[in-house]
């Protein structure tokens, strides 16, 4: 049989609960049924007078096991009806919570009399990011404990909160240093010497004092205002109900109700998803568990451009020493300053302390040798997008880093099989694409080569969240996952300009679907002149269809000189960074459409437009797929919501393709065939998305 995660120790005339569910002590269907026993003992034990809850490992009970939620007859039933036993109960019951406490963990800890918890300790409610609601009475011993305010905002953000914020809100009783098993149970005995009578979250009352007589009736209308995350209403509601209903008991079915009204949504399976899809990015298939890793303790990077400064950043961060190599000294003393400038205004923004900014740049080494990056265990290509100078670096890094150095490039579309051969060690070197602010953005797409030893991949895959990224593996293609996938996507925005939609209509439509920004937008932010010179170079190799239309506007933007935003002018125009209409664009549109004897029309819908931008991304997703770049479909999800701002409530474009149903894509790929004509194959379908739409299959979806 096996060991239950839960056990009822003695110490004295004291019970010890000991929760012992490696790694984080999350409430599996197992760990619940153990504490239910667990407190079954310890009620049938009088001799103990009080009870002590704590937990093995590194970490109080952090959380649900999301799984669970899968189940179709999953409920919260019998782990509730635990807490309000535990609640209950007439002798004292001491939380010891070290780590962190979240979700279930610290629902688990509110129906505790006592809190006590190590210094250091974090607390959070961080359903609402898995587009969920706490459903273990978090929504009402929250705000009886901490106050509706800030119950609301915890809960609405899915924020941890430290230490002395969560006593200063009492939601902890108690800090202590050091051994916290002993203070507990130093604690229970306190408390039962003195005769103390427990303290229920669940007998208090919502404090309202302060608050506007209509401040919940307005905390409602603000959070379903978000219809996007319908988590938002349910918590807010759930909240209002801790307040006014007439019993804990009704507040209680209040929040069940809304739990399950959010548990099913669209929006949750997508967030749930991506929870999962994220921990699946680091699973590569024939890649042995136990393959030995490289040491990486002094980084090199080539470049101190905005990419290159922005990389050097993300690995100070981590603590690693960074030797940042530049060409000329104007341009190391320019990418230097504009790191500097960076930390400063973390620093300003209250972000980060000064001296912690000030070790961090210390780490960074700037120097106009590739000598000085002979030492260094992984160095970083990060030059602007050249081939020949690429290859160039390459052979001069081949030459001088010691045998068993990493080398990358930091290319965001050329061939990583050609730079690595020029290396003369293509074993050794494989792509890291950042994305741009290199230290803030979350995504790194690692480009696997035809020659990548397996050991180089492996140790730059566990390098990823060391320095604060999620990493998803791509093989060797034209834009790898995410690029390829933006230059269907940019492909039909521009056909749709031409054929008569205006910019700030092709970027209304997808941002109403919760995209952070349309492709104009973006490409205006980027720099026009960048997407342009991708597309020419993209010529240069044979790489574009046989058709004189495409992407003709954003090559005739970049020789009129409308770079975007830096120019102050590309698709939009702009007033410093304020996107306006421009006309210029507009006519220089429709030119371009007769020219290229493109229909004008006025019938263009925003339900068109989504379905032209978001199902020709899916169709080449599930090319992707059939070609082997990517591994899984829900690796595709994570690049485009953690690198290119989809939204985490759609789940990324393959899982909303398939929360829409994949025949219906299919059919309306088949639609635009039928009436844009198919003449270069933009509208082929992917074998694989016809196949799985038969099946009736997903392309994302189940990722575990």
């Known amino acids: 049989m096996n060991r239950s995660p839960v056990s009822l120790q003695r110490e004295g005339d004291i019970g010890l609960l000991l929760i012992d569910n490696p790694p984080v002590n999350a409430l599996s269907p197992d760990t619940v049924q153990g504490l239910i026993d667990a407190l079954a003992a310890f009620e049938a034990a009088p001799e103990l007078r009080a009870l002590v809850l704590a937990c093995e490992g590194r970490t109080f ?10 189940d179709p007859d999953f409920s919260a039933v019998p782990y509730n009806a635990f807490l309000g036993r535990l609640e209950a109960l007439t002798r004292p019951v001491v939380a010891a919570i070290h780590g962190t406490a979240l979700g279930g963990g610290l629902e688990l800890a509110m129906a505790c009399h006592w809190r006590l918890a190590l210094r250091g300790t974090r607390v959070g409610l961080p359903e609402v990011k898995l587009g969920l609601i706490p459903g ?3 929504t009402q011993r929250l705000p009886r404990l901490a106050g509706a305010e800030k119950a609301l905002q915890m809960m609405s ?13 009492g939601i902890l009783d108690e800090l202590c240093d050091g051994d916290l098993r002993a203070a507990a149970l130093a604690r229970a005995r306190a408390l039962v010497a003195q005769d103390w009578q427990p303290r229920r979250a669940s007998a208090l009352q919502v404090p309202t004092a302060g608050l506007a007589p209509d401040f919940f009736d307005q905390a409602v209308a603000l959070a379903e205002a978000q219809f996007h995350y319908p988590a938002l209403g349910a918590i807010a509601r759930a909240v209002r109900a801790a307040a ?14 809304e739990f399950m009204g959010v548990l099913r949504t669209p929006q949750s399976q997508a967030m749930r998803h991506l929870f999962f899809a994220e921990r699946q990015t680091g699973k590569i298939p024939g890649l042995p568990k136990d393959l030995p890793l490289r040491s990486i303790e002094r980084v090199g990077v080539v470049g101190a451009g905005t990419m290159g400064g922005g990389i050097a950043m993300a690995l100070a961060n981590a603590g690693l020493p960074v030797v940042l190599v530049e060409a000329t000294s104007v341009a190391l003393e320019r990418g230097m300053g504009l790191i500097r400038k960076n930390y400063e205004a973390t620093v300003a923004k209250g972000k980060l302390a000064a001296d912690v900014a000030e070790k961090r740049i210390a780490l960074i080494t700037p120097s106009l040798s590739y000598d000085d990056l002979a030492q260094v265990d992984l160095v970083i290509e990060a030059v602007f997008e050249d081939m020949a100078l690429k290859k160039e670096i390459a052979a001069k890094l081949g030459a001088v880093v010691k045998p068993g150095a990493i080398i990358a490039t930091n290319t965001s579309t050329l061939d990583v099989d050609q730079i690595a051969q020029a290396s003369g060690r293509p074993a050794d070197m494989l792509g890291m694409h950042f994305f741009s602010p290199a230290n803030v953005m979350r995504l790194l797409e690692v480009v696997r080569g035809a020659r990548t030893d397996p050991a180089v991949l492996a140790t730059v895959m566990k390098l990823a969240p060391r320095i604060g990224k999620v990493a998803v593996v791509s093989g060797v293609c034209y834009g790898f996952i995410g690029n390829r996938m933006a230059e269907v996507y940019m492909r039909e925005a521009e056909f749709l300009l031409m054929e008569g939609a205006t910019p700030a209509q092709v970027d209304g439509a997808v941002q109403a679907l919760g995209l952070a920004m349309g492709p104009c937008r973006m490409l205006d932010m980027a720099g026009i002149d960048v997407g342009a010179k991708t597309v020419i170079e993209l010529g240069k190799t044979g790489g574009l269809p046989a058709d004189p239309s495409y992407r003709a506007l954003v090559q005739a ?12 002018a590309g698709y939009y125009r702009y007033e410093g960074r304020t996107p306006l209409p421009n006309p210029d664009t507009l006519a220089l549109a429709e030119a371009l459409a007769r020219e290229h004897g ?7 819908s925003d339900n068109e437009i989504v379905e032209r931008l978001i199902y020709s991304m899916v169709n080449e997703g599930a090319r992707i797929l059939e070609e082997g770049i990517a591994y899984r479909g829900s690796d595709i999800d994570v690049v485009w919501t953690a690198g290119y701002g989809f939204p985490d409530h759609a789940g990324g474009p393959m899982c909303l393709a398939d929360l829409r149903g994949l025949a219906h894509v299919v059919q309306r790929l088949e639609h635009y065939a039928q009436v844009r004509g198919n003449a270069h194959g933009y509208w082929r379908v992917s074998p694989l998305l016809r196949q799985r739409a038969a099946e009736g299959r997903t392309l994302s979806l189940g990722a575990r």
């Open 557 to 568: 933007l970049y020789a009129r000189g409308q770079y975007g935003q830096k120019t102050g």
């Open 598 to 604: 493109i229909a004008r029309r006025e019938d263009i």
């Open 157 to 169: 953000t899915g924020r941890m909160v430290g230490d002395q914020e969560a006593l200063a809100a």
């Open 244 to 257: 006014t209903a007439p019993s804990f008991a009704e507040g209680e079915a209040a929040e069940a109700r």
């Open 61 to 70: 009970v952090a959380g649900g096991d999301i799984a669970a939620f899968e």
């Open 136 to 138: 273990s009475l978090g």
